[in-house]
């Protein structure tokens, strides 16, 4: 079936950094390209990154503006996405998110970022 599991979020001022990990069990996690995918209170999901199953391409959504870099360690089965220059707009909860060949989507449980002085 497979599992996501997010870590490392937490409470940041403005202009710091995060690094959250997304550890995959149950499948097998470099046949797949990997998300991240946030959503503040009160707003739609919105697309952070993406990066492919090789670890050779990665993609951004416009605000993200050279501050994150997403990555990935196959043999740990596990994604990352480092954030930097934190803003307060950047609130939100964070999912790491697979869509595997069968159109089933997996689904981490959420790490929260909040970024306040």
């Known amino acids: 079936e497979g599992h996501l599991v997010e870590s490392g979020g937490g409470l940041v001022k403005p202009g710091g950094s995060l690094r959250l990990s997304c550890a995959a069990s149950?499948?097998?996690?470099?046949?797949?390209?990997m998300s991240w995918i946030r959503q503040a209170p009160g707003k739609a999901p919105e697309w952070v990154s993406t990066?492919?199953?090789?670890?050779?391409?990665?993609y951004y959504g416009r605000f993200v503006k050279g501050r994150f870099t997403i990555s990935r360690d196959n043999a740990k089965n596990t994604g990352y996405l480092q954030m930097n220059s934190l803003k307060p707009e950047d609130t939100a909860v964070y999912y790491c998110?697979?869509?595997?060949?069968?159109?089933?989507?997996?689904w981490g449980q959420g790490t929260q970022v909040t970024v306040s002085s």
């Open positions: 998110h697979v869509l595997r060949d069968s159109g089933a989507q997996i």
């Open positions: 149950g499948f097998t996690f470099t046949n797949y390209d």
């Open positions: 990066i492919d199953k090789s670890g050779d391409r990665t």
